[in-house]
Each structure stands twice: as C-alpha cells, then as structure tokens.
C-alpha cells in the first residue's frame, strides 16, 4: 500500500509561510533606503557645498573647489554650480569657469531665473575676452591612417584639428601617435588671452616593431642554415611550406619560418628548397640590420603661433561714420572778382581780392562718409603689431578724407588697442558766410585797430556753400574687438575684426574730427 508524504508537504508549506515575511521585510527595507538616499544626498552635498565656501573665503581654493564640485555631483543645482563656477574663476581656470557659466546660463533658463540668467551671462562674457585659445593642426603630410592626437591626454577629435578652442591658462601637453609610428610630445604654456597653435609633424616610423621579431628569429635561422645548405636543389613537396625536411606542415626554419628567418621558405613559400649558395646567404641577409627609418622633418616649435615674430600682416575693411569739418576760413575759387576798402594816410584805398588777402568764411560742416582702410606691417610679437594705417572715404553732400601714417596696435584678450600719427588732405562742402580782406599790418592803427574787413561783393554774388580744402595734421585712437579669431597655418589666419577708429587733425584753417567704424579682416 503506498502512503502519501503528507509530512513533506507540511514542512513546504511551512517554510514558504516563513519566507514571505522576508520578503516583506527586505522590500519594505528597500523603499525605504530609495526613499531615504535622496535626503541624505542632499543633505551630504548641502554639507560639501557650505565647507567649500568656507574654504574659498580663506582662499584655500585647492581644497573648497573639489568639495563644491562634489556637491554639484550629488545635487546638480543652479547655486551650486554658480560657487563651482566662482571657484573656478578665482583658481584660474578660465575657460573651465567659462564653460559652466555658459551651462549655469542655460539651466537658469530653463528655470525662468531670468536675473540668474543674466548674471551668467554676463560673467562668461567677461570672461571670454580673457580666455587663451590654442590651436592644433595636423598638416596634410602628418594625416597618417590611425593618427590620434591628445591635449592632456583627452583625445581629440579630428573635426576640430585647426579650430582655436579655450582652455585654461597655463602648461599642457599636446601628443599624437599611430600605429607603427613613434610617438610625439609637445609641451605649451599659455597666459590669459594668448592665441597659440601647435602643429603636428609628420611622425617618424617606429623601427623597434620590425626588428624584434628579426632579432628573435636569428638564432633558429642561423642552425636552419645548414640543413638548408646540404638540400638537393629541388626538394620533395612536403605537407606544409620550406623544404623537403618532413615535418608537421612546416619549413626546416622551425615554426612556420625558412632558413631565411623573414617569413619565407629557404626556396620561397610552397616551394622546395633553394640553391645552397642561396640557402647559406640566407642568414647572413636576415642578419643585416633594418636601415633605420629617415628623420622626421622638424615640426614647428612648440606652441608655435601663425602670429609668430616678424611675420606680415595686412588688415583691409571697409569703414564708414561722421565727418565734421570745423575749418571757418578758407578759399572757394577765384576772388578776383572781389574787391575791398580800407583807410590809408592819403584816404581810403579800394584794395583787388586774390587768395592771399582774401578769405572765404564758412559755416561747420558735418556729414556721413563711407570708405576703407588698410593696415600693412609686421608682426613684432603676437600682441604687437607696427607699420602703416590708411583711411579714406567720400563725404556725402560734398567733401572726402584722404590721410594716413605710422601706426601700432597692441593686443589685450579680444582687444586690439593702437594709435596712428595721420597727415592727408580733407576737403568739406560747407555754407560760405562771407569774404574778408586782410588790412596791412602797418595800417591797422588807422583802421580801428582792424586786421580785416568785409568784401565788398553785390547781394546774391557769394556762393551758397563751396568746397573748402586743408591740410590736416593729427591722430586716430584705434579700437577693435575681434568678432571671430582664426588662426591657422594657411595664408588665411587671421581675425576678424569690427573697428572704430576716433580720429582728431588740425588742419591749416580750422579742426577736422572723424568718427569712423568698420568690419575688416587682419591677415597675420
């Protein structure tokens, strides 16, 4: 008679009971914790968060840094990442600083903190005319399959080789490598708002990987010489490659090798053994050293910019802005035509007009004008540049600007700064006032004490306006900031540029003030 194991069956159920209690537990202990883990994050980072401004109040920015960063990590907020930021900037490190003010500015965004919003803003701009920018290039002779190029050890990528990109002041280290090439290393400091670049050079082939190999075989290769030596001239095909030794399908070299110790059976691979005279030579050629590989041209040095020393420069644009002509005397043309009076010992003298005693009045003249300007020099240094500016243009409703001369411009971040000495010609189309004559010096006694009087000239015979002419003598203030700095190692590095150069000449009748502004281009 058989019997049902209804003990069994108790003690299963029995142990399933007990076990769901456990899992109870241990899930209601898991809520728990995921419910808990938030808080304490929190309060963790509030923690970091208040040391590390503590710590950056006393300027122990090494420490108070890497605390805030933590808290950032722990709880990604707005405030905490503006102390990263701060941190950051008050360490030096601008372009890292720059960076999470662009993001703090963003998530400020997205939160409606628009006073936030501007705040970053307007510290990343700050910031930005101070950030130092290197540039690495890799010439087309250096584009080797598998180049990597690193700065710092992160790679980068080969869309933004030849583009200037931020980093933080001071020393870094730029490196490139390939497979079968020797690696290469470059070190770099830059200050706040230097432009460097750094090109890679072609990398030299790495002989090491070749000649290894040959120098473990040349033991094996050198006892294969004679065996080798002492086959027939063809011998009988074998299950495998070399000669006619037998063997597990391969050369009398030993593994998978011939006499020659390269690679290939003594007779060639598949093939029976070669000519003793050929076999003997063989190790003696597996034995000749790898011609070591050419030098690689010398790169340009490191941290090399396209701005380097004594380099040309050419800056061409197209300018335009206000022209005010303050010259009150001058001449229009022929004043022949007029004539004037004045008291001399035997009465009164009615004198002829020509240009040398007679002047024309006329009215301040201000209009628009539009024209260029070019700069050609040489690059002293990259901050420093010298030769010679020119401006130009028409003045609308009759006139022009035509001066040029010496110039310097200097860089500071995205500033250019310079000054120029000018002299040139600049003609106003201006309202003729009147005409005077000019009293002999020894008479002005008798004249009331007059050095000029008034032409005679009939009503309407006097021009509405004329164009009057001088000389002018002075200087302009140059200030441009750069819109987009590109540099490189091709004829088009430069920097765009948006100028305004505030300009102020004496001329022989008057004052002459420009205030012109334009968009160029600087070649260096």
């Given amino acids: 008679m058989l019997s049902f194991p209804w003990r069994s069956l108790r003690l299963g159920l029995s142990r ?21 883990s938030p808080g304490v994050a929190f309060a963790q980072a509030a923690a970091l968060l208040d040391e590390g401004k503590a710590l950056m109040k006393k300027g122990k920015l090494a420490e108070a840094c890497p605390k805030i960063e933590e808290s950032y990590r722990l709880s990604p907020r707005s405030a905490t990442l503006l102390a990263l930021a701060t941190c950051h900037e008050k360490q030096g490190k601008l372009a890292t600083a720059w960076s999470e003010y662009i993001d703090l500015s963003a ?11 501007a705040d970053a803003k307007a510290r990343g701009a700050r910031l930005e005319l101070r950030l130092p920018r290197l540039t690495v290039s890799v010439p087309r ?111 009398a070299a030993g593994a998978g090798k011939g006499a020659a110790g390269s690679g290939k059976g003594a007779a060639g691979s598949g093939k029976g053994a070669a000519a003793p005279e050929e076999a003997a030579a063989a190790p003696e050629e597996a034995a000749q050293p790898e011609t070591p590989p050419a030098a690689a041209e010398p790169g340009p040095s490191q941290g090399a910019s396209p701005g380097h020393s004594g380099s040309f420069v050419l800056e061409v644009g197209a300018a335009g802005g206000l022209l005010i002509g303050l010259m009150d005397s001058g001449s229009f043309g022929d004043l022949s035509a007029y004539s004037y009076s004045y008291n001399v010992p035997e009465g009164e003298l009615i004198a002829p007009c020509n240009d040398d005693v007679c002047h024309a009045s006329f009215d301040p003249a201000i ?75 020894e ?22 306006s004329a164009l009057v002419e001088t000389l002018a003598f002075g200087g302009s203030v140059e200030v441009s900031l750069v819109l987009a700095d590109l540099p490189s190692s091709s004829w088009t590095s430069g920097a765009l540029l948006l100028s305004a150069w505030p300009t102020f000449m004496k001329g022989l009748d008057g004052l002459v003030i420009a205030a012109p502004v334009g968009l160029g281009y600087r070649f260096y």
């Fill in 107 to 117: 998530a400020a965004r997205k939160e409606g903190n628009k006073r936030l919003e």
């Fill in 443 to 464: 008479l002005v006694d008798r004249n009331y004490g007059r050095t000029e009087v008034d032409v005679n000239a009939r009503e309407g015979s006097l021009p509405e």
């Fill in 16 to 36: 399933g009971a007990a076990r769901r209690p456990r899992a109870r537990i241990a899930g209601a202990a898991l809520a728990l914790a995921l419910a808990v």
């Fill in 367 to 441: 209009g628009p004008f539009a024209g260029g300007q070019a700069f050609v020099g040489v690059a002293l240094s990259e901050q420093l540049h010298l030769g010679v500016r020119a401006l130009g243009g028409y003045r609308f409703g009759g006139g022009y600007l035509v001066v040029g001369g010496p110039s310097a411009s200097m860089r500071f971040g995205r500033l250019w700064l310079g000054l120029t000495g000018l002299v040139g010609a600049v003609g106003q189309d201006a309202k003729v006032t009147g005409v005077k004559g000019e009293i002999p010096s």
């Fill in 141 to 251: 002779a250096a584009a080797v399959e598998g180049l990597e190029v690193t700065l710092d050890g992160a790679p980068l990528d080969s869309s933004i080789w030849g583009q200037a990109r931020a980093i933080d002041p001071g020393a870094h280290k730029v490196s490139a490598s390939a497979p079968g090439r020797k690696t290469w290393e470059a070190s770099v400091t830059i200050k706040r708002g230097e432009r460097k670049a750094v090109a890679v050079p072609a990398l030299a082939k790495d002989g090491s990987a070749a000649t290894e190999p040959a120098q473990a075989e040349e033991a094996p290769a050198k006892e294969a010489a004679a065996p080798a030596a002492a086959a027939p001239e063809t011998g009988t095909a074998g299950p495998g490659k070399g000669a006619a030794t037998p063997g597990p399908g391969k050369g």
